[in-house]
């Protein structure tokens, strides 16, 4: 891959993060398919000469910050350290500006175009689940409101819940926690998330940025009627690699009492939403607090079938996590009609037990999810850790291939149509 689509008489359309609007999510940088998008401590950055514009990264990007785009000589491209220490985004560079660096200004730079994929050398094809995850929603989801309080813009949210939903006493903690919006509007859809904005600064004495999470109640709140919504938020207390940290926004989060007033932005989230027509089914795969906008869906479809508006398909849920204890909704799950939802939990340090994952357990329900991935009615929703992502695609796409599937065509036709949703973080 090359930028060539991108420059034009040494001029590039250099792709750039706006870090203003920017809430550090990681979408992108785990959306882009050749790996031109990195970050540091400060900004989430892309590679001048890795990118090729392929625009994969556009419309998964909850904030828009990603689509910010400057002509500038080629030589002068600005590095990813440049990037890395900015606070705000550069100006347009002057005409004359372009022409002393021996660009052609006149010249319409070329419209951004699908580069071709490069031909895999023979043996080296590589399985990349993210190319499969929609960028679409289904097409019979709600349409979504998103950025109605942007970074610069948030909103105030007072708590009026917060509790353990997973068994006290045990290390690994997660939160339910209500927020009340009061007369401002917030309206969200079941799959969308929030931004929170924890208070203090951060090591280099800037305001911390915007942590990410999952709307965890139906479009019409965790109490009906009201202008509320819940969130499912683990506290992080080791990183990635087991080493004690304290994660900011989540132990603020999970430390907020009743009253309490938080700074929130969004809604964000235009792809992952649920279908609505009669006899949709969804397929849910989650770990941890991916269960989160499983929670949502699952409690929307529950409300309408309780209302008798809703002739509903099948509801269908792989629920991961190290031990039962810290599942969270272990209890509430339990009590939910079986006729309702088809629920298969995998446990991964129960001791004693031998470890079990989520895809797993959909290999042992492969005769079921070989139905679901025959029926264009169904629609898959996997959401969690980053590390399970692959290997849950994986399963679905050897279900299919060892039925004489084409993973190829079935990948592709589920991506298009907005019927595979990947949000994993
Ligand atoms: C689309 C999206 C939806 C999300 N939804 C949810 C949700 O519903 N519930 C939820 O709890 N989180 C969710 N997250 C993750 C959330 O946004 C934060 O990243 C997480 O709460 C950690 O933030 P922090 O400020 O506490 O940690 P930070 O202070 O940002 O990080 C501290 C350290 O912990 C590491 N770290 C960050 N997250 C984790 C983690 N989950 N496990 C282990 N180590 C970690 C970091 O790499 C860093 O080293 C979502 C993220 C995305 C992108
Ligand atoms: S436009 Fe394509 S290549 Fe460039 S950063 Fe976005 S996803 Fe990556
Ligand atoms: S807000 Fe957009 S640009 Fe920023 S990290 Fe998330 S996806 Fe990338």
């Known amino acids: 891959m090359d930028t060539h689509t991108l420059i034009d008489n040494g001029i590039l359309k250099q792709h750039l993060i706006d870090p203003e609007i920017c809430i550090r999510c990681n979408t992108c940088e785990a959306t882009c398919p050749v790996n031109a998008i990195t970050h540091d401590d400060n900004n989430y950055v892309v590679r001048a000469d890795v990118c090729n514009g392929c625009m994969a990264c556009i419309s998964p990007c ?28 550069p100006g347009e560079l002057a005409p004359y500006e372009l ?18 994929e490069a031909p895999a050398e023979p043996g080296t094809q590589v399985f990349r689940s993210a190319q499969y995850g929609a960028t679409v929603p289904p097409w019979s989801a709600a349409h ?21 939903c997973t068994e006290a006493g045990f290390e690994s903690e997660t939160h339910h926690v209500v927020l009340d919006f009061g007369s401002m509007p917030f309206p969200v859809l079941e799959g969308q998330s929030i931004g929170i904005i924890p208070p203090g600064a951060d090591a280099l004495g800037k305001p911390h940025h915007a942590r990410q999470y999952s709307v965890a109640s139906p479009r019409n709140g965790e109490r009906p009627g009201y202008n509320n919504l819940a969130l499912t938020v683990k506290r992080v207390t080791v990183d990635h690699d087991g080493n004690p940290v304290r994660g900011v926004a989540s132990n603020y989060v999970c430390d907020l ?4 007033k938080v700074q929130v932005v969004g809604p964000f989230g235009s792809s992952f939403l649920m279908p609505n027509h009669p006899r949709s089914h969804i397929v849910m795969i989650c770990t941890g ?5 499983m929670r949502a869906m699952t409690e929307w479809r529950r409300r309408l079938r309780n209302s008798g508006k809703f002739e509903g398909g099948k509801l269908l849920l ?3 996590a190290r031990t039962q204890q810290e599942l969270p909704y272990f209890g509430p799950l339990q009590s939910l009609p079986k006729d309702f939802i088809d629920i298969n939990l995998a446990f991964s340090r129960t001791p004693g037990q031998p ?59 589920l991506q298009r149509e907005g019927r595979l949703h990947l949000e994993t973080y």
Request: glycine share 10%; hydrophobic share 40%; with cysteine.
């Open 318 to 320: 792989f629920f991961g």
């Open 355 to 413: 470890k079990r994952y989520v895809q797993d357990l959909m290999r042992e329900r492969a005769a079921d999810l070989l139905a679901l991935l025959r029926d264009d009615n169904s629609h898959f929703y996997v959401c969690g850790l980053k590390g399970m992502e692959e290997g849950v695609v994986m399963a679905l796409r050897d279900i299919a291939q060892e039925a004489g599937l084409s993973w190829d065509a079935l990948g592709g036709t």
């Open 257 to 260: 009492k009743v009253g309490d």
């Open 289 to 293: 607090t991916g269960s989160a906008p």
């Open 62 to 89: 909850p904030t828009g910050s990603i689509d910010n785009w400057r002509a500038v000589p080629v030589a002068r491209a600005y590095t990813v350290e440049e990037q890395f220490s900015w606070e705000e985004l």
């Open 144 to 164: 979504p409101y998103t950025n109605l309080f942007p970074p610069k813009n948030p909103t105030t949210a007072t708590v009026v819940g917060n509790f353990n």
């Open 99 to 116: 022409v002393a660096a021996g660009g052609e200004p006149a010249t319409e730079v070329t419209a951004l175009q699908q580069a071709p």
